[in-house]
């Protein structure tokens, strides 16, 4: 539904970059009161940023309801929104812990700023705490669908890495290339790509390669969102850190580092950190307001 309400003052921020040209950007509406779905999707399109987060107050301070919006549909949660929407926040009301109600559940994140020699130095750090994930095995069928779509030969594949399809607040394919030359060669069938998505209910594909034991490179196709590629997706790499412990392929205390948007020319990295005990997955990173 859109309404007639005053337009509330969008913010552009980069998440997983402290640098604003690199990272994922995002729009980031802090005082949403009054807007209707019809006009956060139409400010969400306007933009054309992969999401943009709309806040409304929450039961006490420092909490909030948050929803996520893509040029082209909602999605239940965004991980690069939700730092770019803390760093906003930090830079207003200054760091510390946060609280945000999304459609996926109940995300805690906390906001420091990081040390540096000089003032203008220093980034401030984001670390959301997921919903609790989940990993679930894909028919092969499927999965002989989405390498169609994306014109990658089943040979290409990491068989180290099983096809999975991981959740930590919004569902992802997780496929693996077995070469960092197969990862950076994405030209995908956007439509076909998309049907299979919207049929099992898919927010991106997280592909992958493993640099080393704890270092990762990822992409992330989003025709869902109306986007061919996610330049940061924090959802993502929460799925994935419960997707790589639940596997056996990384300790079940470990710290990743994964690096996404260089493909695309704006730089990011993720920090994914596992915590033996705890089945959530924390994902953290700097942001930085877009001029």
Request: proline fraction near 7%.
């Given at each position: 539904?859109?309404?007639?309400?005053?337009?509330?003052?969008?913010?552009?921020?980069?998440?997983?970059?402290?640098?604003?040209?690199?990272?994922?950007?995002?729009?980031?509406?802090?005082?949403?009161?009054?807007?209707?779905?019809?006009?956060?999707?139409?400010?969400?399109?306007?933009?054309?940023?992969?999401?943009?987060?709309?806040?409304?107050?929450?039961?006490?301070?420092?909490?909030?309801?948050?929803?996520?919006?893509?040029?082209?549909?909602?999605?239940?949660?965004?991980?690069?929104?939700?730092?770019?929407?803390?760093?906003?926040?930090?830079?207003?009301?200054?760091p510390g812990e946060l609280v945000f109600a999304t459609r996926a559940g109940?995300?805690?994140?906390?906001?420091?700023?990081?040390?540096?020699?000089?003032?203008?130095?220093?980034?401030?750090?984001?670390?959301?705490?997921?919903?609790?994930?989940?990993?679930?095995?894909?028919?092969?069928?499927?999965?002989?669908?989405?390498?169609?779509?994306?014109?990658?030969?089943?040979?290409?594949?990491?068989?180290?890495?099983?096809?999975?399809?991981?959740?930590?607040?919004?569902?992802?394919?997780?496929?693996?290339?077995?070469?960092?030359a197969r990862l950076a060669d994405l030209a995908y069938d956007f439509a076909?790509?998309?049907?299979?998505?919207?049929?099992?209910?898919?927010?991106?594909?997280?592909?992958?390669?493993?640099?080393?034991?704890?270092?990762?490179?990822?992409?992330?196709?989003?025709?869902?969102?109306?986007?061919?590629?996610?330049?940061?997706?924090?959802a993502a790499a929460a799925a994935f850190g419960a997707y790589a412990r639940?596997?056996?392929?990384?300790?079940?205390?470990?710290?990743?580092?994964?690096?996404?948007?260089?493909?695309?020319?704006?730089?990011?990295?993720?920090?994914?950190?596992?915590?033996?005990?705890?089945?959530?997955?924390?994902?953290?990173?700097?942001?930085?307001?877009?001029?």
């Amino acid at each position: 539904m859109t309404t007639n309400a005053p337009r509330p003052e969008v913010l552009r921020y980069t998440a997983f970059s402290s640098d604003p040209g690199g990272g994922n950007p995002a729009g980031v509406v802090l005082d949403a009161a009054g807007l209707g779905d019809g006009d956060m999707l139409g400010i969400a399109a306007e933009l054309g940023y992969s999401e943009t987060a709309f806040l409304t107050a929450g039961p006490k301070e420092r909490a909030y309801g948050i929803r996520y919006f893509s040029p082209k549909a909602e999605v239940p949660f965004c991980g690069h929104a939700t730092i770019a929407t803390a760093v906003a926040l930090a830079e207003r009301i200054g760091p510390g812990e946060l609280v945000f109600a999304t459609r996926a559940g109940t995300v805690p994140v906390e906001v420091e700023v990081e040390s540096a020699e000089g003032e203008e130095d220093r980034a401030v750090r984001a670390t959301l705490t997921s919903v609790e994930p989940h990993v679930a095995e894909i028919a092969d069928g499927d999965v002989a669908e989405a390498l169609a779509a994306l014109g990658w030969p089943a040979g290409d594949l990491d068989p180290a890495f099983a096809p999975r399809v991981a959740f930590a607040g919004a569902r992802h394919l997780v496929l693996a290339a077995a070469t960092r030359a197969r990862l950076a060669d994405l030209a995908y069938d956007f439509a076909r790509l998309e049907a299979l998505m919207h049929r099992l209910d898919l927010t991106t594909l997280q592909l992958v390669w493993r640099e080393s034991a704890t270092v990762f490179h990822v992409r992330d196709p989003f025709p869902v969102g109306g986007v061919v590629e996610d330049p940061a997706t924090g959802a993502a790499a929460a799925a994935f850190g419960a997707y790589a412990r639940e596997l056996g392929l990384v300790p079940p205390d470990a710290v990743l580092t994964l690096h996404q948007g260089e493909d695309l020319g704006r730089p990011g990295e993720l920090t994914v950190t596992l915590r033996a005990g705890d089945p959530r997955v924390r994902v953290s990173g700097t942001g930085a307001r877009i001029g």
